[in-house]
C-alpha cells in the first residue's frame, strides 16, 4: 500500500516538473498578458483611486462590484517599483 | 573507458553535493525556515508572486538555464583534454554554481522577491546599479552575436535543419492559434504540435539546403536570415509566436538530452567508448592559457551568471516556502551539471580526427548520434538523428535568443529616455539588438565570441555571488563559502575578458583580423572591415571589463563596511 502511494507520489512529482519545464512559463506569461490588459481597463475607468483624473464615469459606478476584488492587487502592482532586471520575469 | 562512468561519476559527485554539502550549508549559513512567509504569499497577486509546487518550480528553473551554455561548452574546454574539463564541471559544480543560484533565490526572497538590479542599488548604490545596467547591456551584444553566429553555421553545416526549423516555426505558430484562437484543447493541441515536429524533422531530411549556397558569403547570409526570424519574433506579442515556438520546441529538445543521457549510461552494452585523450595541452593558439580560458569556456555547465537573473527575478516570487529553494535552485544546477558531462561525453566518443572532421562544434551531433544510434535504430537511422540533433541545436539556440532580443528591445526602452529616446523605439531597438550582433556574428570566429560571452556571463555569477556574500555580512552570517567562490570567478572572468581583448588587439595590430574560418572578411579588401570590427570587438571587451572590475570594488566597499557594521555573533541570514 506504502509502495503504491509512494509510486503515485511520485508520478504526480514527475507530471509537475514536465509541467513546469514545458508549460508553466506560458501559463504566467498568458496571465501576465491578460493582467496588463485587465489592469489597463481599470485605469481608464477607476483611475481616480489611485491619483489619475479620469471624468467620472456612471459605468464605472455600475462596473465597481464586479471589479472590487481586483482593485488591491491593481493597487499593489501599480505601486510596486519596477526595474530593468524585472523585466525578465 | 565509456561514458557510463562519467555519468555515474557525476552522480554520485552532485549527490554529495546536495545531500551533504548543501544541506550543511543549509543549516550554517541561510537556515530556511518553513514557517516564515515567503514573497509568494506576501505580496500573492496570481501573476508576478504566487506559491507553485517545489516540483513545478524545479521544471521551470531547469528549464529556464538549460540552453546551449552545458551543451557547446565543452568543446574548447576539449582543447586541453577532457580531464580538466570534467574536473571543473564535477568541482565547479560542487563549490560554486548550486551555491549561486541558490544564493540568488534566498537573497531575493529575503529582499521581498526583489531582483538585483534594486538589489544592487540597496548594497552599492546608484552608481552598482548603473554599472550592473550598463554590463548587462553589452553582456546582450555579445550573447546574442554567439547565438546568431552558432544557428548561422549550423544551418550552414546540417543542410537538413534549415526547413526543418522553418517547419518547428511554422508549427509554434500554429499552435498558438490553435491554443489562443480556435481556443482547442491543450492536450489535442500538442498533440498536432508533436506531429507537426516529427514531419518537420523529415521536411528536413528530405529537402536539404545547398552547402555553401553562397561561398564565402553564405555564413553572413544565413546570420541575416537568423536575423529576420529573430526580428519577427521580437517585435510580435508573446502569446502569437514566442510563447508558442518555445513550448513545442520544448519536447524535441528535452527528449534529445534524455536520449543523450540514456545512451551515455547504455554505453558498455552498446560498446562506446572515448577516444578523445584526457590531457593535451597548457594552452592553445586559438583559445590561450587554460587559466582563465577553460573556466569560462564551459559557461553555464559549471556556473553561470544567466541563472542568478532568472533565479531571482522570477522563481524567488513563486517560491511557496522557504525550504524549497534548495530542491529549485541547487537541484536544477546540480541537473544542469549532468547535462554538461552527458554533452562532454558526446564529444569524447569522438576521435580527435573526427571531431576536427566537422571543422567545429557541430561535432556534438555527431557524437549524440554515436551515442544513441546503438539503441534508436541502428546505422539506418544515422541520418534521421543527425538530422534531429543538429535541429535541436539550432532550436536551443534560436528560442533562448528570441527571448535575449526581446529582453533587449525592453531594456532599451527603459536606458534610452529622454534625448535618446527613438534608440528605445520598438523598432529601432530591435534593429540595433540584432544589427550590431550580426556584424560581431559574421566577423569573430566562434571561439573568440563564445569565449567573451562566457567570460562575460560568468563573470555576472561573480558579481552575484558578491551581493550574496554582502547579504550574508550583513546579516551577520558565514561568508566564506561564497566570497570565495566569488572572488575565484571574478578574478579569472576579467583575465579572461583581458586576455581575449588583447587577442582582437593583437589581430588589428598585425593587420590580420580574427575571422571565422573560410569569412570573406579575411582577405582583402573587406579585411579592413574586418579590422574595424576586430577594434570594436576590442571596445567591447575593454568596457566589459571595466564595468565588471567597477562593480567588483564597488561590491568589495560593501562587503568591507557591511563586514565592520556586523555585530560580532554570528546570526542567520534573516533580515
Not at chain 2, 562512468?5 to 550543511?24: C, K, N
Request: with cysteine.
Amino acid at each position: 500500500m506504502a509502495g503504491r502511494a509512494g509510486i503515485a507520489r511520485a508520478l504526480r512529482a514527475l507530471r509537475s516538473a514536465l509541467h513546469g519545464m514545458a508549460a508553466h512559463g506560458h501559463a504566467a506569461a498568458a496571465r501576465r498578458a491578460r493582467t496588463s490588459l485587465e489592469h489597463l481597463f481599470l485605469w481608464a475607468l477607476f483611475g481616480d483611486m489611485q491619483g489619475l483624473p479620469v471624468p467620472p464615469n456612471p459605468y464605472a459606478l455600475l462596473l465597481l462590484p464586479h471589479v472590487a476584488g481586483e482593485v488591491g492587487a491593481w493597487k499593489r502592482r501599480s505601486a510596486r517599483e519596477r526595474d530593468f532586471t524585472d523585466l525578465l520575469s | 573507458m565509456s561514458p557510463f562512468w562519467f555519468v555515474l561519476l557525476a552522480l554520485l559527485g552532485y549527490g554529495a553535493a546536495y545531500f551533504g554539502y548543501a544541506r550543511w550549508y543549509d543549516r550554517a549559513v541561510w537556515r530556511p525556515d518553513a514557517g516564515r512567509t515567503t514573497p509568494a504569499h506576501m505580496y500573492m497577486d496570481g501573476v508576478e508572486y504566487f506559491p507553485v509546487s517545489r516540483y513545478v518550480l524545479w521544471g521551470y528553473q531547469y528549464k529556464s538555464v538549460a540552453a546551449l551554455g552545458p551543451i557547446l561548452g565543452p568543446y574548447i574546454a576539449l582543447q586541453y583534454g577532457w580531464l580538466p574539463a570534467l574536473i571543473w564541471i564535477i568541482v565547479g559544480n560542487f563549490f560554486i554554481g548550486w551555491i549561486q543560484d541558490y544564493g540568488s533565490i534566498m537573497v531575493s526572497v529575503r529582499s521581498q522577491g526583489r531582483s538585483f538590479g534594486p538589489i544592487s542599488h540597496e548594497t552599492m548604490g546608484a552608481g552598482g546599479r548603473n554599472t550592473l545596467l550598463g554590463f548587462v547591456l553589452f553582456y546582450l551584444l555579445i550573447f546574442s552575436a554567439a547565438f546568431i553566429h552558432l544557428v548561422a553555421v549550423f544551418w550552414n553545416e546540417f543542410p537538413a535543419t534549415f526547413w526543418a526549423t522553418m517547419g518547428v516555426l511554422a508549427a509554434g505558430a500554429i499552435t498558438g492559434q490553435l491554443l489562443y484562437r480556435a481556443r482547442v484543447s491543450i492536450v489535442v493541441t500538442t498533440g498536432v504540435a508533436l506531429v507537426l515536429v516529427a514531419l518537420s524533422v523529415v521536411l528536413g531530411v528530405h529537402a536539404p539546403t545547398p552547402a555553401d549556397v553562397f561561398g564565402p558569403w553564405t555564413l553572413p547570409f544565413w546570420a541575416a536570415v537568423c536575423c529576420a526570424v529573430l526580428y519577427v519574433a521580437s517585435i510580435l506579442p508573446l502569446p502569437s509566436f514566442i510563447q508558442p515556438v518555445n513550448y513545442v520546441s520544448f519536447f524535441p529538445a528535452f527528449l534529445a538530452v534524455l536520449a543523450i543521457l540514456i545512451g551515455a549510461l547504455l554505453s558498455p552494452a552498446l560498446g562506446v567508448t572515448l577516444r578523445e585523450p584526457a590531457w593535451k595541452a597548457w594552452t592553445t593558439p586559438a583559445a590561450g592559457p587554460i587559466w582563465p580560458m577553460m573556466f569560462v569556456a564551459i559557461a553555464c555547465g559549471a556556473i553561470s551568471g544567466w541563472h542568478s537573473l532568472v533565479g531571482s527575478s522570477s522563481t524567488s516570487r513563486q517560491l511557496d516556502v522557504e525550504t524549497d529553494a534548495r530542491p529549485v535552485g541547487a537541484g536544477a544546477m546540480l541537473s544542469e551539471g549532468l547535462l554538461a558531462l552527458a554533452s562532454l561525453a558526446a564529444f569524447m566518443v569522438l576521435s580527435p580526427r573526427e571531431a576536427g572532421g566537422t571543422g567545429n562544434v557541430g561535432a556534438w551531433v555527431d557524437g549524440a548520434v554515436r551515442l544513441t544510434k546503438g539503441y534508436l535504430g541502428g546505422p539506418a537511422a544515422a541520418a534521421a538523428l543527425k538530422a534531429y540533433f543538429a535541429l535541436t541545436l539550432v532550436i536551443f539556440a534560436l528560442t533562448v535568443q528570441a527571448l535575449v532580443t526581446r529582453f533587449w528591445r525592453l531594456v532599451s526602452a527603459e536606458v534610452f529616455q529622454g534625448r535618446a529616446a527613438w534608440l528605445g523605439r520598438r523598432h529601432v531597438a530591435t534593429l540595433v539588438g540584432l544589427g550590431v550582433p550580426w556584424l560581431f556574428a559574421v566577423t569573430g570566429g566562434w571561439t573568440n565570441l563564445w569565449l567573451y560571452f562566457g567570460g562575460a556571463n560568468q563573470l555576472l555569477a561573480g558579481l552575484a555571488l558578491m551581493l550574496i556574500t554582502i547579504h550574508l555580512v550583513r546579516a551577520g552570517s558565514r561568508t566564506a563559502p561564497t566570497l570565495w567562490p566569488a572572488a575565484f570567478m571574478i578574478v579569472t572572468t576579467l583575465a579572461s575578458l583581458l586576455i581575449q581583448a588583447w587577442f582582437f588587439a593583437r589581430a588589428i595590430l598585425r593587420g590580420r583580423p580574427l575571422v571565422g574560418a573560410g569569412s570573406p572578411l579575411g582577405a582583402p579588401p573587406w579585411h579592413l572591415a574586418a579590422i574595424a570590427v576586430n577594434g570594436a570587438f576590442v571596445a567591447v571587451g575593454l568596457a566589459l571589463f571595466a564595468l565588471g572590475l567597477r562593480m567588483a570594488v564597488l561590491a568589495c566597499r560593501a562587503y568591507v563596511a557591511g563586514r565592520r557594521a556586523a555585530g560580532a555573533a554570528p546570526a542567520a541570514a534573516d533580515d
